[in-house]
């Protein structure tokens, strides 16, 4: 009899810090390069595409280089033992989950290996460059894809089911990420509120460290496997 029959993640840049992305808010982090006005808001597409695209185009090229590491695949593997169900949030638009196995996963903040029409609202792969000429493969018009990324002021995708998810799940657990920044930020409350134990797994206390019931702090590629192997002894 497994003890959990709904396991919910939640993960953040810090599990694919390991494969060698940066964070947001560590320092040498990606907003300590860049100024995000200029490029994670749609007022800032609006006003230079050319630059938001090359900022993406950049990070597309950098997930590319890039493996999925030993927290990722434990989180896949987590998924494959498991008795119960085992959903993955992440607010990281990287590739990095999928490639290592995760097959239950909510991109929450889009995905950088999409590209969005503006024009007929299909969603495309795009694994290379987009540029303000690229053409749209469905509705053939140029000049209107964008990042399929959840820009500052926009609403994150899956809400709808990520509270279900919560609604239902008896085993929280936040991965690598600050806590800083809603609706993610508020999950763990939620997951509390409708009794699911709590779990934090991070190189440091987050900003909601209070409100979890377990706490490791390590790097992520050891303590998530570690973490996950006492789960699927308890199965
Ligand atoms: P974050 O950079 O805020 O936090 C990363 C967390 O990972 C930190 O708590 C850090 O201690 C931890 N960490 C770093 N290395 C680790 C390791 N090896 N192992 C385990 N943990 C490690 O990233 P986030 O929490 O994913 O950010 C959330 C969202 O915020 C992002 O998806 C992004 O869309 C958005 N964002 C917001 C702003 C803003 O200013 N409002 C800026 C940038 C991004």
């Known amino acids: 009899m497994t003890l959990y029959k709904n396991i919910v993640i939640l993960t953040g840049a810090g599990i694919s810090a390991e494969s060698g992305l940066d964070t947001f808010r560590d320092k040498g982090g990606i907003w300590e ?11 800032a597409f609006a006003r230079n595409p050319e ?10 090229a950098e997930v590319k280089k890039v493996d999925p590491n030993a927290a990722h695949y434990a989180l896949a593997r987590l998924e494959e033992k498991h008795q119960g169900n085992v959903a993955v949030i992440t607010q990281n638009v990287d590739s990095l989950h999928e490639r290592a196995g995760s097959r239950n996963l909510m991109h929450m903040h889009g995905e950088l290996n999409k590209a969005r029409c503006m024009t007929c609202g299909h969603v495309n792969i795009w694994l290379d460059d987009l540029l303000r000429t690229s ?10 894809l964008r990042p399929h990324i959840v820009w500052f002021g926009e609403i994150p995708f899956h809400i709808e089911e990520i ?6 799940c008896d085993l929280f657990i936040s991965i690598g990420t600050s806590g800083s920044v809603y609706p993610a930020a508020g999950f763990v409350q939620a997951a509390q509120n409708f009794g699911a134990e709590t779990v934090e797994l991070n190189l440091e206390p987050s900003d ?3 409100l ?3 706490a490791h702090y390590g790097k992520a590629t ?3 496997p570690e973490y996950v192997a006492t789960l699927i002894r308890q199965d």
Do not use: Q, W
């Open 163 to 168: 509270n279900d998810r919560l609604s239902a």
């Open 212 to 214: 979890f019931s377990i």
């Open 222 to 224: 050891e303590i998530v």
């Open 208 to 210: 909601g460290t209070n």
């Open 51 to 60: 630059l938001v695209h090359e900022f993406y185009n950049i990070r597309r």
């Open 33 to 43: 390069k860049y100024d995000l006005m200029d490029l994670a808001t749609p007022e």
């Open 135 to 144: 053409i749209c493969p469905s509705c053939n018009k140029s000049g209107n």
